[in-house]
């Protein structure tokens, strides 16, 4: 891993298909070494700005480039060795286990004919300890919990060590213990390792606990950007949602708390 | 992949040894390594059942390396060269060139075989809705289907027209390791061992798209690419094996489903399972064919389908609505 994080920006950023526009002109930082969480309504871009940023999508107009180059001009390869991107729904081989799923996250540091290394060994056992799955090493990941599947495949994006991991949706099917648990994990990467985490979330008042910086997309764009104070106000969710809401401090956290009147 | 290298040593000793006319292991022995062309049994160990073995060699590990690349790009179980039509295209590329030139050496096979069997392969990806199969793998198998009858229905048409040569021309009708002697065994063998190298570099591009295009890509591979490199040998391998052997049948089904639970998840170990199962199973098809029905004999090809025919609908009943879209 390199010393100084790298910093993700969109300039002029404009991301949809021919004919639907879905973001249009962003011009954005995502700030290296911190947890972001992208937020809005359902339809307002979330996931495309997140599968633009890993380069997953081409932009219509504008780019994102990463430490200052163009996402476009990083060789395929290169790029996965910086960057890690945990897509929504991604699909585990059928009889697969959980080291073998881990595992795959070495792809973009093994050569052609070069066989498993000691450091590739070390990366998957670092990744499994990180989230709390060596006991289960291995299991079929077939028979493992919603929760402990999201561990493993967010232990694949470590494996994969990388500065940067972008999660779509990461919490989305969990229950509300194990929603906290992948936000708890996310959250000490970022502590102990430094790396910059993007997250495409759902739930306000868990982003605002669990993140450093918010980025909040409404149905005309961006509405709002900066720490949870500053972004979750009664005016912002009100433009971004259409949605009426109190916003309280949050009694055990003191981050903002969003109720809905 | 101890027993898979069991499995096929057994089956090219049988091809050896047994047969309408049976070899001792000491006669076969002498026939490799002193021949006597004045002993028959040695004349029919060196010119029928080596090329034969050859043949169902590089028909064998071609067919069963395309079931695997191809069940692993499509996730599809179903997705062999033979059901969707790759190898029925291969056959009636021959046949139709046959017909209009005349010839039927290997030279023309090999220049047919191939276009034959990337164009069937087009169409029946761009009938069955992409790789991923839009629509479901179902729709896939049965475009293939569709495919594979309609080719093969004309390949039957064009074998009618041309009474007189029937019996050259019906070897591409149905599979068979019988004519194997006077097929291109060199030329294809060299084709094959070339499409096993790019497909042992291609196959972690594989294993990443297992996981899902978005997670391909983001562990660096260029999936537009690897998918193209990937179609492309499984074109190579049909093309190579229907020239050797005409279209097999249900072969790449049976292998893949077999490497799987032999040699785990990883498309390298599956590979190196299936180019010993392959040859393994269709060598064992053509050593059963020449003793079910003496004097007689059952063509490997038909031999494959009435194992594969089973194996297909446990595959396709195994198959939950929407568990592969």
Sequence with gaps: MSAAPEELRAEGLSLGYPGRMVIRDLDLTLPPGRVTAILGPNGC?????LRACARLIAPLAGRVTLGGADLRRIDSRALARRLGILPQQPLAPEGITVADLVAR?????????????????????????????AGLRDRPVAELS????????????????????????PTTWLDLPHQIEVLRLLQRL???????????????NLAARHSDHLVLLGPEGLVAEGPPAAVLTEPALQRAFGLAARVLPDPVSATPMVVPL | MRAALALLAAAVLLALL??????????????????????????????????????GLIAGAALGLAGVILRGLTRNPLAEPGILGVNAGAALAVVAGAMATGRGDGGLVVAMAFPGALAAMVAVFLIGGGLRGGAGPM????????????????????????????????????????QAAGRPLGAMAAVVAAAVLGALAVAPALDNLALGEAMARGLGTRTARAKGVALA???????????????????????????RRLAGGGMRAQMGAALCLGPAILLAADVAGRVVLPPGEVK????????????????????RPGALA
Excluded: C, Y
């Design chain 1, 105 to 133: 996250g070495r792809a973009p540091w093994r050569g052609l004919l070069a066989g498993w290394s000691a450091r590739d060994a070390e990366a998957v056992d670092r990744a499994l300890a990180a989230v709390a799955m």
């Design chain 2, 139 to 178: 729709r896939l198998a049965l475009a293939g289907a569709v495919l594979n009858a309609l080719l093969m229905s004309l390949v039957t048409g064009i074998v009618l027209l041309r009474a007189e040569s029937l019996e050259v021309l019906r070897f591409w009708n149905t599979g068979s390791l019988s």
């Design chain 1, 45 to 49: 871009g979330k996931s495309t700005l």
């Design chain 2, 233 to 259: 040998l499984v074109a190579a391998l049909a093309g190579a094996a229907v020239a050797v052997a005409g279209p097999i049948a249900f072969l790449g089904l049976m292998v893949p489903e077999l490497a």
């Design chain 1, 190 to 204: 970022n502590r102990e390792r430094g790396t910059t985490v993007i997250s495409v979330l759902h739930d306000l």
């Design chain 2, 18 to 55: 047994v047969g309408p006319r049976p070899v001792g292991p000491g006669t076969a022995w002498a026939a490799l390594t002193a021949p006597d062309l004045t002993d028959p049994a040695h004349v029919v160990l060196l010119t029928q059942r080596l090329p034969r073995l050859a043949a």
């Design chain 2, 300 to 319: 490997a090809g038909v031999m494959t389908a009435l194992i594969g025919g089973p194996v297909f609908i446990w595959l396709a009943r195994r198959i």
């Design chain 1, 146 to 169: 919603g929760g402990q599947r999201q561990r493993v495949w967010i232990a694949l994006a470590l494996a994969q060590e990388t500065d940067m991991v972008l999660l779509d949706e």
